[in-house]
């Protein structure tokens, strides 16, 4: 097999979390690529949840729409996964040994999973030797599981490493006796050196290096994790990071921060980044360079916080009252979330001005093998920042907001000798001072307004077989689902181009006119309205050759119902 999808499952709180991640490290250190996504329900303890694995000979991004096999911590777990079993899957149950086919062709087999957890004096185990019969049914080196135990519990001392070990060999020893005819090795995997990141760790490691070094945010559902990483990294290089009180803390503490001269960003999801928008109104009123990152996840309100969706970007495009430049950038894989995290930083100094760094929930909370990220690519640019020896030129004084050519005033560091100014939310004249002049009033909206109609970022968007007459588009995770559904469309001489975009404000609009207009065009996204498409209408004339597809049901579009849609559609 150069593809295998396992999947464990069991109510929150039995370690199913852990389980997966162990095995999913497992299998990338052994050499595969791997690609994961879980599901759980929003609540402490109970409830059903999985973590799901694929590991390929090959580069993906999507984690696969079919199980091999499947762990079963409980019966549950069988009932509501069983759609996605292979005709030929495995599924292993705890219990008395016991091996069965079933009408559909799945092999259920029980093992005493937790009488041997017992025997071996560690009633905890039971999930450890679950895990060394996964190894030993597709051949993994016992041994490796050995080496990654003792790096995994390498604080816990000898006894709980020694525990686990013997709980994995136990598993293994289950299947030599019992499951030897089921035993299917995976292929020997490639030595090539990766990385295993999640898009929430790959945004934290870019905006580091980025020279981000202030964040301030309130917990939450599915962005926790860029604050909790950066709050080991960010005091390491003398950053600072604030888990402040409450969303609109977050807002307002990045702004000063940004303000003083710090690079700085907050991060929430959908709710948090609704109570942010008055504030970003001032960010954007004030010209404060400002990154935010919003992890989506199905609303509103409080909606499906742990599901996935692609539901805020008409939010995005418009938060908070009144009209005010902004950039919105969303990656469409794992590795692109590190590159525009830190070009994200760069855009906000040069254009001085919010911007959005988009991510979905499943990017941000599910992990990917990636190509070793290049940290030589990123470099830091701040834009049009003073010293005191540009001030010291200056004949009429700084003015902050003097109208220039391009729209971008020059600004200065609080403290810099000569470079003392007055900043307000309220509207303003070049020096900065209050003021209700209609005619200062037009020429400060507009200087604010055409300052980014040239912003571009390094790779807006990628393209493939620009000659199609059918063009597919998607952003963030769903282009992976895409990029696999056209795979197959091609298997079957159906050759269709695919458009990522990574840039949707502004809009590309003439480098995407070639690769839209006068085709067919299929945008594929995660919500109920079409916001994609709806925003490409706005800016192409696509009207009568756009179509979309849809889902909003709180889960990942699978490759074959892209591909089934698609095909209904030409």
């Known amino acids: 097999m150069n593809s295998f999808q396992w999947k464990v499952g069991g109510q929150q709180g039995e370690g199913v979390d852990s389980t997966g991640e162990i ?42 729409d079919e199980l091999d096999m499947l762990l079963a911590l409980d019966d549950e777990t069988y009932e509501v996964n069983r759609s996605e079993l292979k005709p030929t899957a495995l599924v292993l149950f705890d219990g008395d040994i016991k091996v069965e086919g079933t009408s559909e062709g799945h092999t259920l087999v029980s093992l005493p999973l937790r009488q041997i957890a017992k025997e071996i004096g560690n009633p905890l185990a039971k999930n450890m030797i679950a895990l060394g019969v996964s190894g030993g049914l597709v051949g993994l080196p016992r041994e490796e599981f050995f080496s990654l135990i003792e790096q ?5 001392g000898e006894r709980i490493i020694s525990s686990n070990k013997l709980a994995v060999k136990k598993g293994y020893d289950l299947v030599q006796d019992h499951l030897s005819r089921f035993v299917q090795p995976l292929p020997t995997p490639d030595s090539t050196r990766r990385m295993f990141i999640s898009a929430n760790q790959a945004v934290a490691f870019g905006s580091l290096m980025a020279g981000c070094r202030f964040l301030s945010a309130y917990p939450i559902t599915p ?115 590190f590159y525009l995290a830190a070009e994200a930083f760069n855009l906000a ?28 690519r990123v470099s830091i640019q701040r834009g ?84 199609a007459q059918t063009v597919v588009v998607a952003m963030g995770s769903t282009c992976g689902v895409v990029e696999e559904a056209l795979q197959r469309l091609a298997e079957e001489n159906r050759i269709l181009g695919q458009l990522s975009l990574q840039q949707l404000h502004p809009l590309p609009v003439e480098e995407l006119r070639p690769y839209l207009t006068g085709k067919r065009v299929i945008v594929v996204e995660n919500n109920y309205e079409g916001q994609l498409l709806n925003w490409l209408k706005q800016h192409l004339p696509i009207h009568s050759s756009a179509h979309s597809i849809r889902q909003y ?13 698609i095909k209904e559609l030409i």
């Open 23 to 64: 095995f999913a490290r497992m299998l990338f250190q052994h050499g595969f690529y791997v690609t994961t996504y879980k599901q759980f329900m929003s609540r402490i303890k109970g409830g059903h949840t999985n973590y799901k694995i694929r590991a390929t000979t090959y580069p993906t991004q999507h984690a696969g």
């Open 152 to 156: 995994q519990f390498s604080n816990k």
């Open 223 to 337: 962005a926790s994790e860029i604050m909790e990483w950066l709050s080991h990294e960010l005091p390491k290089v003398g950053g600072t990071i604030m888990q402040v009180e409450d969303e609109i803390a977050g807002i307002t503490f990045a702004i000063g921060a940004a303000f003083a001269g710090a690079r700085a960003m907050t991060s929430t999801s959908g709710p948090g980044l609704s109570l942010k928008t008055e504030a970003l109104g001032m960010a954007g009123m004030s010209e404060t360079p400002l990154v935010i990152v919003d992890s989506q996840r199905a609303g509103p309100s409080t909606g499906l916080p742990t599901k996935f969706e692609q539901s805020d970007l008409q939010h995005i495009l418009n938060a908070s009252h009144g009209e005010f430049p902004r950039i919105v950038l969303y990656p469409s894989t794992i590795g692109d979330s």
């Open 349 to 376: 100094e040069k254009y001085q001005c919010p911007v959005f760094l988009m991510l979905d929930l499943a990017m941000s909370m599910n992990k990917t093998t990636i190509l070793p990220i290049d940290v030589t």
């Open 384 to 467: 049009k920042i003073l010293g005191e020896g540009d001030l010291k030129k200056l004949t009429e004084g700084f003015q902050r907001y003097r109208l220039t050519p391009d729209g971008v005033s020059p600004r200065v560091l609080p403290g810099t000798p000569g470079g003392v100014h007055v900043t307000s939310s309220n509207e303003h004249s070049e020096s900065g001072y209050i003021t209700e002049d209609p005619e200062i009033r037009t020429k400060m909206m507009e200087k604010r307004m055409h300052k980014i109609q040239s912003a571009m970022s390094h790779r807006p968007f990628y393209a493939t077989q620009p000659e």
């Open 553 to 565: 049901d709180g889960n990942p579009f699978q490759v074959k119902t892209v591909v089934e849609k």
